[in-house]
Structures are given as C-alpha cells and as structure tokens.
C-alpha cells in the first residue's frame, strides 16, 4: 500500500516561513495532494487541494507544491494561531484508497 | 452551507459493533459530485481512513478494517452510517465523518465535528 511520510514536527517563529513535507514515492506524478489543518480538540480543514489550489476562505499564506517523492505545504508570514497539525492526504487511484500521512505538529515559537 | 453531525453510541463494550450516523444538512446527500467517507483519530494519534461510500453507491474500505466495516447510505434520512463490527479497545478514537468534492479532486472538504467512541467493558 501507498505510504506518505511527514516529520512529525517542525518549529517556527512568527512572522517567518513554515515549510511541511510529505514523502512519498512519485508522489508529485500520481494523485493530488490534500492538505489539512488540525488545531488542538477540532475537526480537520482542507487547507490545500489537488496539490496547489485553495478552498474559498482559507488565506493566502497557505500554499502547497509537488517535486519528484516530495510535497511541501508553505505557510508565509506564520501566526501563532497556525500552530496545529498538519495532515498530506492522497486517494491512491491503484487501490481507490485514501491514505493520510502521519501528521506534522507545527509550533510557533 | 452543508453541515455534517455524527451521532451514535459513545460505549461500546468489547465484541460488540460500533454503530455511527452522519446527518447531512444544508444540502443533499445524492448530490452529485460528492461521495462520503468516514475517517477515525485514536487518542493522540492521526488521521486513519476506514472507507468511503462512492455516489454510485460503490465501498471502499480501509484493508485493515475490511473484513468489519460496512458503510452505507439512506437517502430518504439525508445521511449516512458506518457499522464496525467485533470492536476492540484499539477501536477507541474519535469519529469523523467527511464529504468527499469530485470538483476538489477527491478532497474532503467538510468534516462533521467528530464524535468520541469508547471501547470498554
């Protein structure tokens, strides 16, 4: 089955850039990548869709690219309400099955 | 704005099945471009995928919990549900239900805001 991989935490200051990644074989040539956004006791939020795109309402700042075995989720300008976890996701069309990295735990120091 | 609510038993003892609703408001279920999925978190852990129900009607289950989960649709109640059978204490976790948006790419782009099941005597 398909694996993605994240670094289950990545620190930042306010105000500076906050690069997440998600490891996966080809995964820039295969299904879109999905990006969620998951603050302490809520419910996830697609924050990235089909790689690069966004929903209605979510900033600007948030922005997602694919190159080769590696997506990168882009947060500009971090805010301390940006610290939570961040989830890739892809639906594996192989197996039509969804898969879900394992989470990276943003803090804004 | 299309609203989800999962609701369901929050016990469940050990070898019983674990049975979740998710009501659809705001919109229909049989909408078209749109499938809907189920996903659990474990206590302090990730996102895990256990299937979706396509809108053609077709399942697609997580390969760890196949062979105990049923996903299925009622279109006349506007929701739909998921049946986990011969639950564990790993079971435990909450519950989220979610939309999948063909016009997202298969991005699930509403989630219910989850409901916490315990597995225990």
């Known amino acids: 089955s398909y694996v993605l991989t994240q670094p289950p935490s990545v620190s930042v200051a306010p105000g500076m850039t906050a690069r997440v990644t998600c490891g996966g074989n080809?995964?820039?040539?295969?299904?879109?990548v999905h990006w969620f956004q998951q603050r302490p006791g809520q419910a996830p939020v697609l924050v990235v869709y089909d790689n690069s795109d966004r929903p209605s309402g979510i900033p600007e700042r948030f922005s997602g690219s694919t190159s080769g075995n590696t997506a990168t989720l882009t947060i500009s300008w971090v805010e301390v309400g940006d610290e939570a976890d961040y989830y890739c996701?892809?639906?594996?069309?192989?197996?039509?099955?969804?898969?879900f990295g394992g989470g990276t735990k943003l803090t804004v120091l | 704005q299309l609203q989800l609510q999962e609701s369901g038993s929050g016990l469940v003892k050990p070898s019983q099945t674990l049975s979740l609703t998710c009501a659809v408001s705001g919109g229909s279920i049989s909408s078209g471009g749109y499938s809907w999925s189920w996903i659990r978190q474990p206590p302090g852990k990730g996102l895990e995928w256990i299937g979706y129900i396509y809108h053609s009607g077709s399942t697609y289950y997580n390969p760890s919990l196949k062979s105990r989960v049923t996903i299925s649709v009622d279109r006349s109640k506007n929701q739909f549900s998921l049946k986990l059978s011969s639950v564990t204490a790993a079971d435990t976790a909450v519950y989220y239900c979610a939309r999948i948006n063909d016009y997202y790419y298969y991005g699930m782009d509403v989630w219910g805001q989850g409901t916490t099941v315990t597995v225990s005597s």
């Open positions: 080809n995964i820039g040539g295969r299904q879109p």
């Open positions: 996701q892809v639906w594996d069309s192989s197996s039509d099955h969804m898969v």
